[in-house]
């Protein structure tokens, strides 16, 4: 598909100069806050890199058919955060680095609801009501290089399917420095996979066969998700290469840096997961997450067990009891409904009751089917969920001994 503007002006770049910067802006203090607020998201609270407590601004006047803007962008060095306001008037075009909390303190103590930003050579002149602060600038090298994703290859897809994929597989990615490669999720072929060793989501977003074959790493996939929560367009542009990628959803953009570790092949542990499966069992999704949040009170803060136990009784048939041990002997217990194929015998397991409710988490008000091997001694089976094509978790079942 041909290539949309991607760039951020980069053609205004060159003039920032401490004794060429200028440019005059005024609006609404929100509509300031907004996009200074969003670019500000990336950058760090202390300054590592050189540059990055800096914000970019750049003021575009109308012209012809376009409207005038105001982009704002911020980064840490990995990932670049850029945001447009439109209903901001441009005076005077041109750009300038600004120190960025230094300005979102000014914006959220303007006196009125409205403001103007005069940028001329080194300084810049805030103004709101009787009120005004002068504010030195860096000089315009000062903010490390963005790449240029106008290179990059794009693929356009519907915002909302991808934004629920991404929110449901990422729930299942590391926090773990040490697991480095599982610190991000894997887009392919119309799906999006996550793992932290101990469970696995994949969440698909297109039954067609996309182009997208990429990395996303855990910090950037959060920023993803609020820029696409923010936006009420249909679709979103993905760019990517080996090293680099962008979203895209109408004039607000992220870029970012892929990891230097692959993501781990993980096609084995689902198929050797769906072969070892002999006994399924069904619940209601909702009905089986609320007695998880009843009885995770009493789970032992140390492990965040609880126990599943599949269960028979002439009374009662066929049911499922969720109940929770701590070390000092507090628990809890809770019976809901099941129905499952192993007939009058009991099975317990043994699961993460975070691992389980964020599972559940990426299903509605419908019945989920759990599928399970038999446990050894050394092995516990992982239990395995499918769910009409559009979504796989598997959790692996903890140690049932933690007590002893």
Same mark, same amino acid.
């Given at each position: 598909?041909?290539?949309?503007?991607?760039?951020?002006?980069?053609?205004?770049?060159?003039?920032?100069?401490?004794?060429?910067?200028?440019?005059?802006?005024?609006?609404?203090?929100?509509?300031?806050?907004?996009?200074?607020?969003?670019?500000?998201?990336?950058?760090?609270?202390?300054?590592?890199?050189?540059?990055?407590?800096?914000?970019?601004?750049?003021?575009?006047?109308?012209? /012809?058919?376009?409207?005038?803007? %105001?982009?704002?962008?911020?980064?840490? /060095?990995? *990932?670049?955060?850029?945001?447009? /306001?439109?209903? *901001?008037?441009?005076?005077?075009?041109?750009?300038?680095? *600004?120190?960025?909390?230094?300005?979102?303190?000014?914006?959220?103590?303007?006196?009125?609801?409205?403001?103007?930003?005069?940028?001329?050579?080194?300084?810049?002149?805030?103004?709101? /009501?009787?009120? #005004?602060?002068?504010? #030195?600038?860096?000089?315009?090298?000062?903010?490390?290089?963005?790449?240029? *994703?106008?290179?990059?290859?794009?693929?356009?897809?519907?915002?909302?399917?991808?934004?629920?994929?991404?929110?449901?597989?990422?729930?299942?990615?590391?926090?773990?420095?040490?697991?480095?490669?599982?610190?991000?999720?894997?887009?392919?072929?119309?799906?999006?996979?996550?793992?932290?060793?101990?469970? %696995?989501?994949?969440?698909?977003?297109?039954?067609?066969?996309?182009?997208?074959?990429?990395?996303?790493?855990?910090?950037?996939?959060?920023?993803?998700?609020?820029?696409?929560?923010?936006?009420?367009?249909?679709?979103?542009?993905?760019?990517?290469?080996?090293?680099?990628?962008?979203?895209?959803?109408?004039?607000?953009?992220?870029?970012?840096?892929?990891?230097?570790?692959?993501?781990?092949?993980?096609?084995?542990?689902?198929?050797?997961?769906?072969?070892?499966?002999?006994?399924?069992?069904?619940?209601?999704?909702?009905?089986?997450?609320?007695?998880? #949040?009843?009885?995770?009170?009493?789970?032992?803060?140390?492990?965040?067990?609880?126990?599943?136990?599949?269960?028979?009784?002439?009374?009662?048939?066929?049911?499922?009891?969720?109940?929770?041990?701590?070390?000092?002997?507090?628990?809890?217990?809770?019976?809901?409904?099941?129905?499952?194929?192993?007939? #009058?015998?009991?099975?317990?397991?043994?699961?993460?009751?975070?691992?389980?409710?964020?599972?559940?988490?990426?299903?509605?008000?419908?019945?989920?089917?759990?599928?399970?091997?038999?446990?050894?001694?050394?092995?516990?089976?992982? %239990?395995?969920?499918?769910?009409?094509?559009?979504?796989?978790?598997? %959790?692996?079942?903890?140690?049932?001994?933690?007590?002893?």
């Amino acid at each position: 598909m041909p290539a949309r503007l991607l760039t951020t002006d980069s053609e205004l770049i060159p003039e920032i100069l401490p004794t060429d910067s200028r440019l005059f802006v005024s609006g609404e203090v929100a509509d300031f806050l907004d996009i200074i607020s969003r670019a500000l998201r990336v950058v760090p609270a202390k300054e590592s890199i050189p540059g990055t407590a800096h914000v970019l601004l750049e003021a575009k006047p109308r012209k /012809g058919g376009t409207h005038s803007h %105001l982009r704002a962008t911020g980064t840490d /060095g990995s *990932i670049t955060v850029s945001s447009v /306001g439109q209903d *901001i008037e441009v005076t005077r075009e041109g750009a300038a680095l *600004i120190p960025g909390q230094k300005f979102l303190t000014i914006l959220k103590m303007a006196p009125k609801d409205t403001i103007s930003i005069n940028v001329v050579g080194n300084q810049a002149l805030l103004r709101s /009501g009787k009120a #005004q602060w002068r504010v #030195q600038l860096a000089p315009g090298d000062s903010l490390p290089s963005i790449p240029d *994703i106008s290179v990059l290859d794009q693929v356009e897809i519907q915002r909302l399917p991808f934004l629920r994929a991404l929110k449901s597989a990422v729930l299942a990615a590391s926090h773990l420095p040490a697991r480095a490669s599982l610190m991000q999720v894997h887009v392919f072929k119309g799906a999006i996979t996550a793992m932290d060793g101990n469970r %696995l989501h994949r969440a698909h977003f297109s039954t067609s066969d996309d182009a997208l074959n990429m990395s996303i790493p855990l910090s950037t996939c959060l920023e993803v998700i609020k820029l696409l929560e923010s936006s009420s367009e249909e679709h979103v542009l993905i760019g990517s290469s080996r090293k680099t990628m962008a979203f895209l959803v109408d004039t607000d953009y992220i870029v970012s840096s892929a990891l230097v570790t692959d993501f781990p092949e993980v096609e084995p542990i689902l198929v050797r997961a769906g072969m070892q499966a002999r006994y399924e069992f069904t619940v209601d999704a909702q009905e089986l997450k609320s007695a998880v #949040q009843h009885v995770r009170v009493n789970a032992d803060p140390d492990y965040s067990a609880i126990f599943l136990t599949l269960e028979h009784s002439t009374r009662d048939g066929q049911f499922l009891s969720v109940r929770s041990l701590d070390q000092q002997g507090n628990s809890a217990y809770e019976q809901i409904d099941v129905t499952w194929d192993g007939g #009058q015998d009991t099975r317990e397991l043994c699961v993460n009751h975070r691992n389980l409710t964020d599972l559940l988490d990426c299903f509605g008000d419908e019945p989920v089917s759990f599928k399970v091997g038999e446990d050894f001694q050394s092995v516990k089976s992982p %239990l395995l969920v499918e769910s009409d094509s559009r979504f796989t978790g598997l %959790l692996q079942q903890m140690r049932s001994d933690y007590l002893t």
